[in-house]
Each structure stands twice: as C-alpha cells, then as structure tokens.
Nanobody, 119 residues
Framework: VQLQASGGGLVQAGGSLRLSCAAS????????MGWFRQAPGREREFVAA????????YYADPVKGRFTISRDNAKNTVYLQMNSLKPEDTAVYYC?????????????WGQGTLVTVSS
C-alpha cells in the first residue's frame, strides 16, 4: 500500500485548503481512510476518517463543522476540505489506511504534508 498526500501550504487564518491522499497498491475495499496531524512538540492526533465502502464519517471535535472528509473510490483518493482555518490547525497532516477498522492501531501511513496557517 502506498499513500501519497498532497495539498498542503501556507494560508491565512480564515482561509481554506484541500488535502488529497491517493492510494495505490492493495487498497482494502473494506478499510478506513483517515487524516491525522502533528503539530510541533505535540503528539500525532486524529482528525477525520471515512470508510472506503461509505457510511458515516468521523471527526475530531476541534475540526467539526470546519473540515470535511470525502472519497472518490474511482480514483482511490480521499480528500480533506479544510475551511475557516485557524493558526492552531498548523501541523503536518498525514493520511492513513486501516485495512479493518477505524481503530488505526497499525495503519499504513502516507508521507506528511505541511499546513501552515498564519494569523
């Protein structure tokens, strides 16, 4: 499994960015794709998740109402639309694939993409 994340950059507070994560190789049709982030000096934290097969989406409280996760199964790509960005959203964002559940105990990780939100 290979996960290629892209779309990070520098944006002013209140702005928007859309991250993409393209999956290749064995993508596990029943798996769950997720986004995590890690800010400087902090632990990696969960942001959002979506099953490849559809169904409900999951969000961390700090991003609810501002971020939207979606998928395009035909392209094996998951997106994270980030609106109303805040300086505290600054982090390296990673996409991940758990082949079996939303627990993300031992997921496949993509490389990170840096999001910087200026105040």
């Amino acid at each position: 499994v290979q996960l290629q994340a892209s779309g990070g950059g520098l944006v002013q507070a209140g702005g928007s960015l859309r991250l993409s994560c393209a999956a290749s190789g064995r993508t596990f049709s029943l798996g769950v794709m997720g986004w995590f982030r890690q800010a400087p000096g902090r632990e990696r934290e969960f942001v959002a998740a979506i099953p490849w097969s559809g169904g409900r989406t999951y969000y961390a409280d700090p991003v609810k109402g501002r971020f939207t996760i979606s998928r395009d199964n035909a392209k094996n790509t998951v997106y994270l639309q980030m609106n109303s960005l805040k300086p505290e959203d600054t982090a390296v964002y990673y996409c991940a694939l758990d082949p079996y559940s939303i627990m993300f105990k031992e997921p496949y990780w993509g490389q990170g993409t840096l999001v910087t939100v200026s105040s």
